[in-house]
Antibody
Framework: QVTLKESGPALVKPTQTLTLTCTFS??????????VSWIRQPPGKALEWLAR???????FYSTSLKTRLTISKDTSKNQVVLTMTNMDPVDTATYYC????????????WGQGTLVTVSS | QSALTQPASVSGSPGQSITMSCTGT?????????VSWYQQHPGKAPELMIY???KRPSGVSYRFSGSKSGNTASLTVSGLQAEDEADYYC??????????FGTGTKVTVL
């Protein structure tokens, strides 16, 4: 049974760095073809893909946010970590992690999401 | 990368079929057979309904089907049911090895 769960601060101040952790079970991110992405959704708005890390440590980032994002993994802990620098109120959103097994997408399992509010 | 364009809303009566579109460019939808569709009920995480344009994951109803022509993908829901009322998002792989989501379509069952 595949599960993912996001964790991190619910509130961050503008200019701070956000660190989110995705803890998963039911698969190994060291297995060929496994990938984990971060996706966010501002309240009442559409989904936005942020970053992806693959079983072979390849990483990919949103073109518009790549300078602010870092994605990493700890295979032994079954965790993927996303950091986003220089947080702004427009970054207020529910942040999801999701698994895919092909490069083309198809995010087949999602976490429940964690709401991050950026406010002073 | 601009968001894929979806109609803001689509509605239908129970039992009817509805189709929603997802329009991109040759750099995303038109460039790969890597379009997927997600259903999202209020306050819930999205759920994968279609991947690789027209493949259904195990457990997803046969009433959901996908297709693509050129730069536009489509999701059809046949035999519309009350439980189908939700937001639907498409996404596509892109030529820059990233993903782009659609603007979302709200489906209302009349």
């Amino acid at each position: 049974q595949v599960t993912l769960k996001e964790s991190g601060p619910a509130l961050v101040k503008p200019t701070q760095t956000l660190t989110l952790t995705c803890t998963f079970s039911g698969f190994s991110l060291s297995s060929s073809g496994m990938r984990v992405s971060w996706i966010r959704q501002p309240p009442g708005k559409a989904l936005e893909w942020l970053a992806r890390i693959d079983w072979d440590d390849d990483t990919f980032y949103s073109t518009s946010l790549k300078t602010r994002l870092t994605i990493s993994k700890d295979t032994s802990k079954n965790q993927v970590v996303l950091t986003m620098t220089n947080m702004d109120p427009v970054d207020t959103a529910t942040y999801y992690c999701a698994r895919s097994v092909t490069a083309g997408g198809g995010f087949d399992y999602w976490g429940q999401g964690t709401l991050v509010t950026v406010s002073s | 990368q601009s968001a894929l364009t979806q109609p803001a809303s689509v509605s239908g009566s129970p039992g009817q079929s509805i189709t929603m579109s997802c329009t991109g460019t040759s750099s995303d939808v038109g460039g790969y057979n890597y379009v997927s569709w997600y259903q999202q009920h209020p306050g819930k995480a999205p759920e994968l309904m279609i991947y690789d344009v027209n493949k259904r994951p195990s457990g997803v109803s046969y009433r959901f089907s996908g297709s693509k022509s050129g730069n536009t993908a489509s999701l059809t829901v046949s035999g519309l049911q009350a439980e189908d009322e939700a937001d639907y998002y498409c996404t596509s792989y892109t030529t820059t090895s990233t993903y782009v989501f659609g603007t979302g379509t709200k489906v209302t069952v009349l």
